[in-house]
T-cell receptor, first 115, second 115 residues
């Protein structure tokens, strides 16, 4: 079945460092791909999305490119801030015969940014 | 994007009791989803709730344990029945919205602790 795999955390970086969080997926068909962020004590917020191959999603300095050939959707940011400390979830929208479009999530990666 | 609220935001319950979680959306949506996030884990879909029809449950989740109501296009409830400590989780509702209709937006979650 469809699945999402993220790099193990926690990821600890100094402020202004470059961030990469790896995400790979397995899916039948052509899913949409998402990154969600969960700040401490809060629900999930959509960070960015991409709906087809070679699409680049971007928001708040974060970006990720839908790579069909490597089945990847890695999250990057050029210069992280302390306020970026959160848990990041990669997800795909799976369409089966019922066409419900349920989300399948990776295990989440905790990012800690130190001043 | 839709504004989603949940009640209660958190609760501490005794083993064997039941808790009903409410999810309210500020606009009409066709599909609502209920997810569970166990401590330190990713999100798992419990069921999909469409207005006017029975909820569709994922493997491992049953209606007797997690009955769902969907009386109209802006509201849904999830009941966690006969609770045990293993039910301690964050429960999140989400709605599908957007031009591509494949993007889900999440409520703030209900943090449940069962003693």
């Amino acid at each position: 079945g469809d699945s999402v795999t993220q790099m193990e955390g926690p990821v600890t970086l100094s402020e202004e460092a470059f961030l990469t969080i790896n995400c790979t997926y397995t899916a039948t068909g052509y899913p949409s791909l998402f990154w969600y962020v969960q700040y401490p004590g809060e629900g999930l917020q959509l960070l960015l999305k991409a709906t087809k191959a070679d699409d680049k999603g971007s928001n708040k300095g974060f970006e990720a490119t839908y790579r069909k050939e490597t089945t990847s959707f890695h999250l990057e940011k050029g210069s992280v801030q302390v306020s970026d400390s959160a848990v990041y979830f990669c997800a795909l929208s799976a369409y089966g015969s019922s066409n419900t479009g349920k989300l399948i999530f990776g295990q989440g990666t905790t990012l800690q940014v130190k001043p | 994007s839709a504004v989603i609220s949940q009640k209660p935001s958190r609760d501490i319950c005794q083993r064997g009791t039941s808790l009903t979680i409410q999810c309210q959306v500020d606009s009409q949506v066709t599909m609502m989803f209920w997810y569970r996030q166990q401590p330190g884990q990713s999100l798992t879909l419990i069921a999909t709730a469409n207005q006017g029809s029975e909820a569709t449950y994922e493997s491992g989740f049953v209606i007797d344990k997690f009955p769902i109501s969907r009386p109209n296009l802006t509201f849904s409830t999830l009941t966690v029945s006969n609770m045990s400590p293993e039910d301690s989780s964050i429960y999140l509702c989400s709605v599908r919205q957007g031009s591509a209709a494949d993007t889900q937006y999440f409520g703030p979650g209900t943090r449940l602790t069962v003693l």
